[in-house]
């Protein structure tokens, strides 16, 4: 009797957005003698509580817990309990080791570039480390998950995995890695070790061990019930002494954030994870709430289509209007980035300067114009864009009429939209709405995606990159222009022979500040070229119950990386 | 009897074609829905253009759609449900393990349901125009007005979060090992009371008409005048012929104790197989919504044979040929 359309559940769902937003009731009751940080991002300075159960919600169904096969955030999330790899990446974007005893490198010797421009990687394990059914760690569980990797047809990515010929362990803590050919981001792979007691699935992807796999990090999963929760109970062979503090963590699935904040403002859950930006001012000011804003990767931005749209686009033929330079660089002062901010997202974000916000290959001192719609004016006026009767402007005949284009149900996208078309009309340019589906929009599907077929004028959207930006920055390369063939993401058809090769030469070297410095050089040109407009740099907000202690943020790493110091006092 | 035999054999062989012409219909336009089931690695910027391909390969989704369609349809025939794309678990364990919280959910709403709605009816048509009918006929064009998701929010807003009552969603408490069944009646009640509400309006208005109609003819006064007593007039004489329409409306909404409603699951967070289908249509998982799509169809097409053979022990008047 209720089989509603997706599109009416998503309207539903705002609605509780909104109910539970206006009939919040007053600040839960705060367990005595708890200790309240008055700031909302302060750690309870008081000795950690052993033992006691914390519920955090999850508002997304994990599909398995394997990272080889999972692509979601949320199965990140649950899984970075149990499953460890060799190294990670800590908050400032720097490699730290956490199953190996040191990060390889040249300068270590644990980097060792061969004739034949192939190189070795060697990784030394840390010893005695158990896996949690209480078998050792050793250099043959390296070499399972590689061989996984690169024989399972089901993995999410074998990127970097089939850049390795073969991996030798002459000592059980040793792994040599050895690539076919200089592999920049190999850091970056190994991030969840399988154990080689997995051998005798036939496919590790149906078995049980995709929901409850056998991992060395300071928890087990003792049940996963789809559609409710996930347990995960202290495991017993964990390596550091006295961690973790909690006996376990339940993830409980709730039906939206929305519910979520409901239920941690009711006390039945003690944590969640991605609060938005509106959503955050009130949650702080409820003094039994903790909110832990983090910087984040993801950016969002406005990318201009600088080809005609078409369907498909052809990239050799100009857009009329937003070919012109000048009309780009105006769009971009007119636009009103730091008021957005403020306004819109109650100041928990920051102007953005490029797709790459944070860790080792940030480009410093990159920037874009600020707003000044009077300098947008002039530009247009010195390009030949001149005013209409209608106060639009046009050049050679061509209206400045653009269209833009947003996943739709998306509040802050759709109010900045509406920021936008007054903004820019301002400046002469005329702008209409279109907005699409998340699903259909973001599809990547070169069938429908507007952004792969270059349909579009406008279209704003956040995207994460990895700590390694190569495949980021492959997005403003020209052989990332998009095709029915090559599922390129260069959606904006920017097109550079010279950031092509400062990004060719980057992901092919293993020197890490040499490839930061090309990756800065490729994208000042891409900048200097206005194709896109970086609004804002996200943070992550994470919201726990105040008497839970020990959840800190780290960019690069879901709120769950240091679980094993997690406390609560009940 | 064996008339009735032969008209259930030939309405389930007429269901053969029918349950395929549906499940032709879910895959196309389930196959019509822009996005699909790669659409999630799409953002990870971890996944290369050619870890797609593979992926598509894998799923066999680089075929044409008459050949997934096809394909799925062979290996349904054999036995074979398939497993999900996202989960890689089998639809038919899925399904499974939802199957039971739907059933306890809608099955408490059937029962309480009709415990209500039966007494309700009866009494407001023997008491036309009293005040309680008019209770009634108010009360139920209210609850049937309704929008489940809009009384499922409120009901969370005032019972849970307000006076703290009733848990938020859920089925049990999270943590809960044993069986607690005062745990498990919080948690019933407002979902419950949100399906409830609805189901009973419902049922009240048919009956009420019904029971009016009935109690107004021949029979019923012939009833009455031999001298029976009001209760068995009533119950006896009117309420079964009456319930006819009831019956239809009940045994249709049969299906439902095995879907489960989906607004409902969604809002309250219950782990069944309303959730399940949400999930997987928000991931385009199509060999989980195909499963659910089959069985759905496949329970309504048995449900509404299952009223008509029960309209014939209600009033052996109605004939099968």
Known sequence: MDAFGRGRLAAILTTLAILVGACAPAAGPVPAGSAVPAGGGAVASAAPVRGGTLVFAIWQEPTGLLSNYASQTVAGIVGRVVVEGLTDTDTDGSFIPVLAKQVPTLANGGVKMLAGGKMDVTYELIPNVQWSDGTPLTSADVKFTWETYVKDPKVVTKDGYSAIEAVDTPTPTTAVLHYKQVYGPYLTRFGGLLPKSLEKEADLSKSEYNRKPIGTGPFRISEFVAGDHITAERNPSYRVKDRPYLDRIIFRSVPSREAAIAQLKAGEVDGMWNVLEAQAPDLSADPSIRVIATPSPTVERIELNLAKPGDPADPSLRHPVLGDRAVRRALNLATPKQQLIDKLLFGKAKIGTSPVSQGWASPKGL????????????????????????????????????????????????????????????????????????????????????????????????????????????????????????????????SNPEADAAIAEAGATVDQPRRAELYAKALRLLNDDTAIIWLYDRQSLDAFRANVSGPRGSVWQPITFNAMDWSIRK | MHRVTSY?????????????????????????????????????????PEDIARLERVFGLDQPVHVQYLSWLGKLLGGDWGYSFATSQPVLAMIGQRLPNTVYLMGTVYLVTLCIAIPIGVLAATRQYSVFDHLVTGGTFMAYSMPPFWLGLLLIIVFGLQLRWFPLGGMTAPGATAFDLVDRLRHLVLPVTTLAMFGTAHYVRYLRASMLETIGQDYVRTARAKGLAERVVVLRHALKNASIPLVTVAALDLPELFVGALVTEQIFGWPGMGRLFWDAATRSDYPVLMGILSVSAALIVLANLAADVLYGYLDPRIRYS
Request: aromatic fraction near 6%; glycine fraction near 8%; charged fraction near 20%.
């Open chain 2, 8 to 48: 259930i054999v030939r309405r389930l062989a007429g269901a053969v074609p029918l349950l395929l012409g549906i499940s032709v219909i879910s895959f196309a336009i389930l196959k019509a829905v822009p996005g699909g089931p790669l659409a999630a690695y799409e953002a990870n910027p971890n996944v290369t």
């Open chain 1, 367 to 494: 920037s874009q114009e600020s707003y000044d719609p009077d300098q947008a004016s002039r530009a247009l006026d010195d390009a030949g864009w001149t005013k209409g009767a209608d106060g639009i402007r046009a050049k050679s005949g061509v209206r400045a009429a653009l269209t833009i284009m947003t996943t739709s149900g998306d509040k802050v996208r759709e109010q900045i939209e509406q920021v936008l078309v007054d903004e820019w009309r301002r400046i002469g340019v005329d702008l209409a709405i279109k907005n699409l589906p998340s699903d259909v929009l973001l599809s990547g599907s070169f069938a429908s995606d507007p952004r792969k077929r270059g349909s579009f004028d406008a279209v704003m959207y956040a995207s994460t990159p990895a700590i390694d930006p190569h495949t980021t920055m492959l997005r403003y390369t020209t052989s990332g222009i998009p095709t029915a063939a090559n599922a390129g993401q260069n959606f904006t058809r920017f």
